[in-house]
Structures are given as C-alpha cells and as structure tokens.
Nanobody, 132 residues
Framework: EVQLVESGGGLVQTGGSLRLSCVAS????????MGWFRQAPGKGREGIAC????????YYADSVKGRFTISSDNAKNIVYLQMNNLKPEDAAEYYC?????????????????????????WGEGIRVTVSS
C-alpha cells in the first residue's frame, strides 16, 4: 500500500519560510515522479512543483518559481518543498503526490501548468497559512 504523509505546514508571516516534507512508503521515489500541489479555498488545484525520477528534472509553476524548491532524499524516501518569501496568496492546502510529472497547455491562454491527472497517489494534505 502506498502512503504519502505530509508534514511541516503551519502559520507563517509574509516573507517567512516553511519546509514541507512528504514521507513516502510503498513506493520508491527514485522510480517515480513526485509533485506538490495546492488548493486554496474556493480555487482549483494548482500544480506547483514536480521532480521526475531518472533525470531529476524539476518543474515549477510560474507563481512559485524562484521562491520554492523541490528536492528529494532518496535514501530516506522523502520529498521536500522549501518555500521562501511566502505570500498571502500561497496560503492553501498542500498535497504531495506520486506519479508522472507532466505539464499541459491551456487551450484558453496557452500557458503551461503541472497536471495532477498523471499522479497516481496522493497524500492527505497539510495546511499552510500566511499572515499579512
């Protein structure tokens, strides 16, 4: 059975930092893509970062590029999301997922975004709150 357990969320002030962790069991993160997604109240799910096994290629949403970093500790089977310079708009429920990192192009505005449709397993989520 695959389990993904997130930790590290909480309340932080604008400009602060948090590091989320995702402990994986039942799946070897070296053999799969691992991603972070988020969903704010009343909004759709947003793929924000993904690291693909093999080449270790990373993908980021434009909204977090330069502020968030995804990394992995293969020996511990843990994926991290370092979040710096947090903004109120980063407040959301954050989810870890395992599967295939894929970006899709919007037919409306031609922008690329990480899709959760190719992710096979999901964590329960963890709340991040950013105070202004």
């Amino acid at each position: 059975e695959v389990q993904l357990v997130e930790s590290g969320g909480g309340l932080v002030q604008t400009g602060g930092s948090l590091r989320l962790s995702c402990v994986a069991s039942g799946v070897n993160i070296e053999d799969t893509g691992m991603g972070w997604f988020r969903q704010a109240p009343g909004k759709g799910r947003e793929g924000i970062a993904c690291i693909q096994s093999g080449p270790g290629t990373t993908y980021y949403a434009d909204s977090v590029k330069g502020r968030f970093t995804i990394s992995s500790d293969n020996a511990k089977n843990i994926v991290y999301l370092q979040m710096n310079n947090l903004k109120p708009e980063d407040a959301a429920e954050y989810y870890c997922a395992a599967g295939l990192c894929r970006r899709v192009k919007s037919i409306y505005d031609n922008t690329w975004s990480l899709t959760g449709a190719t992710m096979s397993y999901w964590g329960e989520g963890i709340r991040v709150t950013v105070s202004s």
